[in-house]
């Protein structure tokens, strides 16, 4: 059977392997095919043992936070079974390698007092190298809303990605990126909860749609008080920004002669039937009239009032 000839995909939506395909050390000549170019990228890059001394940190890296603990703990087991998943490097010269990704793995080796870790090498100028360590940290489970939203952000300035392009490179929904970038205008108490797993990702989608920060970190301090569940806190701050816009409303439609009216006709209403009367109207002359009554003899007072 004849073997199909590899079909040409654009960059996008196809992460690290597009990257490293696309790499600026390896171009497709003229006439060459797609397969030419895979097999000359493999043959530039492999897998070796190098030596940790000789690896210098990823500027590019879109961690900042690594838990002590879990590192000891990931150190232990590579004392017992080794590295079972290699890092990625890139060469710089002969000897001297930069990290692309597997920054956790490099530094539990380093604790677990390895002299050499296996290392895929990749061809990579500074610009894939950016995007390789940010797509492949995003692909990862274990880290936090912050963090991702934060490689989001630098995919868009530093990679000069369109937001459409982004959801295509990291394979998510442009609804689910821009939920991501929201986090990043909160005020930075809050985010700090939710990189440190003090706070879900639902509890800050529900405090970026309150603007006053005052107001968002005093709602952030009754959620962790109160243990508010998201959708208590969903629920509180739907109720906050509905009362502001019935105060809003109210203040907006009504002018001094209407506010006029309402306050004679309110007094009036309530003299006549012995309680406090709301009445409510816009700008067209549409409302609503409230009569309270605390029990059922005051109610059935109301009523022989309005002869019902």
């Known amino acids: 059977m004849s073997k199909k000839p590899v079909k040409?995909?654009?960059?996008?939506?196809?992460g690290l392997g597009a990257l490293l395909e696309d790499s600026g050390a390896v171009r497709k000549k003229e006439g060459e095919s797609e397969e030419e170019v895979i097999k000359k990228v493999s043959s530039a890059q492999g897998m070796n043992e190098i030596p940790v001394t000789n690896i210098e940190v990823n500027p590019y890296q879109p961690r900042t936070h690594f838990d002590r603990e879990a590192l000891e703990e990931l150190a232990e087991s590579i004392k017992v079974q080794g590295i079972i998943q290699p890092i990625t490097v890139r060469k710089l010269s002969d000897d001297h390698y930069q990290l692309i990704s597997g920054e956790r793995r490099l530094q539990a080796s380093k604790l677990a007092g390895l002299e050499k870790v296996?290392?895929?090498?990749?061809?990579a100028d500074d610009q894939q190298m950016l995007e390789m360590a940010l797509i492949e940290n995003i692909q990862r489970e274990n880290l936090n809303a912050i963090e991702i939203a934060l490689s989001y952000q630098r995919l868009l300035s530093e990679c000069?990605?369109?937001?459409?392009?982004?959801?295509d490179r990291v394979g998510k929904k442009r609804a689910t990126v821009n939920n991501y970038l929201r986090l990043l205008k909160l005020p930075p108490d809050i985010q700090i909860a939710v990189r440190d797993n003090q706070l879900?990702?639902?509890?800050?989608?529900?405090?970026?749609?309150?603007?006053n920060i005052d107001l968002q970190l005093d709602i952030f301090k009754q959620v962790q008080d109160k243990q508010l569940s998201v959708r208590k806190t969903e629920e509180l701050v739907r109720n906050l920004m509905q009362g502001k816009e019935e105060k809003l409303t109210e203040k907006k439609k009504l002018n001094p002669e209407q506010e006029r009216t309402i306050k004679d006709?309110?007094?009036k209403l309530s003299s006549h039937f012995g309680t406090r009367i709301n009445?409510?109207?816009?700008?067209?002359?549409?409302g609503e009239i409230k009569i309270p009554f605390d029990s059922t003899d005051e109610l059935n007072r109301i009523l022989e009032l309005l002869d019902v």
């Open 8 to 14: 040409k995909r654009s960059a996008l939506g196809r």
């Open 118 to 123: 296996p290392a895929y090498v990749r061809l």
């Open 160 to 167: 000069s990605l369109k937001q459409e392009e982004l959801g």
């Open 200 to 211: 879900s990702m639902g509890h800050a989608r529900a405090l970026i749609n309150i603007e």
């Open 265 to 267: 006709l309110q007094r």
């Open 279 to 286: 009445v409510k109207t816009d700008e067209k002359n549409k």
